[in-house]
Structures are given as structure tokens and as C-alpha cells.
């Protein structure tokens, strides 16, 4: 009987750390990597405009995130682990596709 209580709990923790939503700070990290990535595939004259240009909007998509409608905690994990550009991008696509497609 304990163990099964055990268990369920253990399935309930694991749910809703996986479903919540992301820290505040969770995406600021992931607007500035996003923006970096798109800055990256910029010429380089360019993405000092285009870094101010996103930044006035930065709060805007930092409030979405936080309310659950952008990136998930995989597409964090996923960003965080990226060693590159190009793995970078391969998250930001995946989660730029699923939200898409929720849409």
C-alpha cells in the first residue's frame, strides 16, 4: 500500500514539474538565446538594429512564455543543452512548430 502511494505521488511530482509553465527567468533566457540565433543568420551590420528592435518587444514575449503560451520546459532543456548555432536552431524550430501547430 505505501508503495503505491509512493508511486503515485512520484507520477503526480513528475506531471507537474514537466507541465508547468517557465520561470521568469527561464525566458529571458530563451528570448535573448532566440535572438541571438536569429541575430547570428543576420549580416553583421544588421543585428544591432535587429537586437534593439526585438528588445522593445522583449517584455511582451517574456509575458507569454510565463503564461504558458510559447516555449515549453523541453524547448528550454533543449536550448540550454545546444553547443551551437545550428543545435540551437533545431530547438527553436521544434518548438516554433508546436506552437504553430497548437494555433
Known amino acids: 500500500m505505501k508503495?503505491?502511494?509512493l508511486m503515485m505521488s512520484s507520477l503526480v511530482l513528475v506531471a507537474s514539474c514537466t507541465g508547468r509553465p517557465l520561470?521568469?527567468?527561464e525566458c529571458q533566457t530563451?528570448?535573448?538565446k532566440e535572438t541571438e540565433f536569429a541575430a547570428s543568420r543576420m549580416p553583421t551590420?544588421?543585428?544591432d538594429s535587429?537586437?534593439?528592435w526585438v528588445s522593445r518587444d522583449q517584455d511582451a514575449?517574456?509575458?507569454q512564455c510565463v503564461a504558458g503560451k510559447t516555449y515549453s520546459r523541453r524547448d528550454y532543456k533543449c536550448a540550454i543543452r545546444a553547443?551551437?548555432?545550428d543545435a540551437l536552431?533545431?530547438?527553436i524550430k521544434a518548438a516554433s512548430d508546436r506552437i504553430n501547430k497548437n494555433h
Open 89 to 91: 536552431g533545431k530547438c
Open 45 to 47: 551590420q544588421d543585428r
Open 83 to 85: 553547443e551551437d548555432m
Open 61 to 63: 514575449y517574456i509575458a
Open 3 to 5: 508503495f503505491r502511494l
Open 50 to 52: 535587429f537586437k534593439e
Open 23 to 25: 520561470a521568469e527567468i
Open 30 to 32: 530563451m528570448t535573448d
